[in-house]
């Protein structure tokens, strides 16, 4: 196989592997680079479960009486290693999905004053409103 073949089918793996759902993954933004994790749940219960786990360890460790006992720990403090679950867990909040629960309710209740409502959506929802009543009211005269 020719080195060029050879290098482009190389390529073409890596890029596959890159594509992989698992790992961390690159996001640019104008200042920063980051790397987004991935990680699976079952089910809202599952992820609510998790993040209150995860504060509930914090509780405990706030409310305990020693530090790390591990020498690899040794060096870290229980509140620092607190406050960084806690961001996390922040980061964690589903309050996007939450944003978006509130519009799908929003659409299936036609409730067009919710601030978030589509524009498109409820400027259809509007007119074809409009023409109900003007034929309702054809219908009565």
């Not at 409502?117 to 498109?120: E, V």
């Given at each position: 196989m020719k080195t060029r073949k050879l290098d482009q089918l190389k390529l073409k793996q890596l890029k596959r592997i890159g594509a992989t759902a698992y790992g961390l993954k690159k996001e640019k933004t104008k200042s920063h680079t980051f790397r987004n994790a991935t990680i699976r749940f079952e089910d809202y219960t599952d992820y609510i479960m998790r993040i209150?786990?995860?504060?509930?360890?914090?509780?405990?460790?706030?409310?305990?009486?020693?530090?790390?006992?591990?020498k690899n720990l040794s060096h870290q403090s229980r509140t620092s290693s607190v406050q960084l679950v806690i961001e996390m867990v922040i980061e964690l909040m589903p309050d996007g999905d939450m944003f978006q629960l509130e519009?799908?309710?929003?659409?299936?209740?036609?409730?067009?004053?919710?601030i978030h409502?589509?524009?498109?959506l409820k400027k259809q929802i509007l007119k074809n409103q409009e023409?109900?009543?003007k034929g309702k009211t054809h219908e009565k005269a």
């Open positions: 209150t786990s995860l504060l509930e360890v914090c509780v405990l460790a706030l409310d305990g009486e020693g530090d790390f006992h591990s519009q799908i309710i929003a659409i299936l209740e036609n409730d067009t004053d919710y409502f589509p524009k498109k023409r109900y009543e």
